[in-house]
């Protein structure tokens, strides 16, 4: 099992910063991969951006803006958003993928959320 802890949502400008950190325990070995989606109102979650060894992928709309780095001694991820957008409002789920057997049987766990708002 794994458990996730998120921070670092808030209200924002538009063109502001924000960073959301995503902090694992558990069987934080077991762990390939660790990831950010968000959900706004009306519509369906997507993906915003995931890390896992040698790759890391983004969602076009965030390209250039928001960066995902892991700390692999803290077992955080993070997600760094600069350039904020409106359209960015929406919460924010850490996501990670990880083994539970020696058969490689993957299964997914999600963070709390976190409310990301942006508007002046």
């Known amino acids: 099992q794994v458990q996730l802890v998120e921070s670092g949502g808030g209200l924002v400008q538009p063109g502001g910063s924000l960073r959301l950190s995503c902090a694992a325990s558990?069987?934080?070995?077991?762990?390939?991969?660790m990831g950010w989606y968000r959900q706004a109102p009306g519509n369906e979650r997507e993906l915003v951006a995931v890390?896992?060894?040698?790759?890391?992928n983004y969602a076009d709309s965030v390209l250039g803006r928001f960066t995902i780095s892991r700390d692999g001694a803290k077992n955080t991820v993070y997600l760094q958003m600069n350039s904020l957008k409106p359209e960015d409002t929406a919460v924010y789920y850490c996501?990670?993928?990880?083994?539970?057997?020696?058969?490689?049987?993957?299964?997914?766990?999600w963070g709390q959320g976190t409310q990301v708002t942006v508007s002046s």
């Open positions: 558990g069987s934080i070995s077991s762990i390939y991969a």
């Open positions: 996501n990670v993928k990880y083994y539970v057997d020696s058969h490689y049987t993957s299964r997914d766990e």
């Open positions: 890390t896992s060894p040698g790759s890391t």
